[in-house]
């Protein structure tokens, strides 16, 4: 039994190495995009590749201590999305626009290719709460989001990528302003023309 789990995750992260290695890089401003299936649909999602992405999420994340996970609409609902499915826990989304409601958090934001507001909903005081985040690049969406969860009331238990920039200081610029270590399950390089797939958690 332990070999055949063990073989079952070798193809998964397979399927992840695959999805991020060697994919095209499109430069906006200064920085670059990986056009990839996870994040970008190119090309099209497979739900077999998602539902790796979403279970190594849950393998490296603290998952058993938390009550709720966050994540941000923009590119991050779709991962955050199959993770509560996985995980069994509800989650709270922070969108790029407000609804009004009554509760709805709102904080500043500025990433490598957009700045405004964030609007956190579906988070209480109390809550213990596992952020988790598509990609990292510079870092500027994850301290957002660890922002408006903590003017929610509510504790941030861990926060967990699925793929980070490892040139544009992400994490490191996270610890900086919040405290808080991120985890990341792949690092990427974007030194040449295409994503190369440094390590894997």
Request: hydrophobic share 45%; proline share 3%.
């Amino acid at each position: 039994m332990a070999d055949d789990s063990r073989l079952l995750r070798s193809a998964e992260n397979s399927l992840l190495r695959d999805a991020f290695d060697g994919c095209p890089l499109v430069p906006i401003g200064d920085k670059k995009f990986i056009l990839n299936a996870l994040t970008e649909q190119v090309p099209a999602t497979r739900p077999e590749v998602l539902s790796s992405a979403a279970q190594a999420v849950i393998d490296i994340g603290e998952f058993d201590v938390s009550t709720k996970i966050v994540g941000e609409e923009e590119k991050g609902a779709i991962l955050v999305a199959a993770v509560s499915l996985k995980s069994g826990l509800p989650f709270g989304m922070a969108r790029w626009y407000p609804n009004g409601l009554e509760g709805q958090v709102t904080v500043a934001f500025d990433c490598e290719y957009h700045s405004g507001n964030l609007f956190l909903n579906g988070v209480d005081p109390g809550d213990k709460v596992i952020i988790v985040d598509d990609m990292l690049s510079t870092g500027g969406t994850l301290v957002g989001l660890i922002k408006a969860v903590e003017a929610a009331g509510a504790t941030i238990m861990d926060v967990v990528c699925l793929a980070e920039k490892i040139e544009y200081g992400g994490a490191e610029y996270v610890e900086s302003k919040t405290g808080h270590k991120v985890k990341s399950v792949v690092k990427l390089a974007l030194a040449g023309e295409r994503s190369a797939v440094v390590s894997m958690f």
